[in-house]
Nanobody, 126 residues
Framework: QLQLVESGGGLVQPGGSLRLSCAASGFGPDFYHIGWFRQAPGKEREGVSC????????DYADSVKGRFTITRDSAKNTVFLQMKSLKPEDTGVYYC???????????????????WGQGTQVIVSE
């Protein structure tokens, strides 16, 4: 059974960068599409980015396009989310999850599978 653990969050000033990691144990993540989600205080969880099982397709929420990059390292069984030019509105708990797409590969269509992990906290503040 695939298990995912998020790490890499922290406190960063606006304009700064962070790289989040989603480490997989059990089956390698190459078998699965993986998505990153975030939940800001008082708001619903939202999709941020996704990557296909083969790593050849990616998609991003409009709010992070051009600033975030999702990649996967098969040798390390890890999916990364590189975040640059961070804004206060990027603050939240970030989660990764195995996902599927009931109506085609798209950030708007990604649906998480299984239970959520602990996530990793990102705070963007002066």
């Amino acid at each position: 059974q695939l298990q995912l653990v998020e790490s890499g969050g922290g406190l960063v000033q606006p304009g700064g960068s962070l790289r989040l990691s989603c480490a997989a144990s059990g089956f390698g993540p190459d078998f699965y599409h993986i998505g990153w989600f975030r939940q800001a205080p008082g708001k619903e969880r939202e999709g941020v980015s996704c990557i296909s099982g083969g790593g050849d397709r990616t998609d991003y929420a409009d709010s992070v396009k051009g600033r975030f990059t999702i990649t996967r390292d098969s040798a390390k069984n890890t999916v990364f989310l590189q975040m640059k030019s961070l804004k206060p509105e990027d603050t939240g708990v970030y989660y990764c999850a195995k996902i599927f797409f009931p109506r085609g590969f798209s950030i708007a269509n990604m649906t998480p599978l299984g239970s959520w992990g602990q996530g990793t906290q990102v705070i963007v503040s002066e």
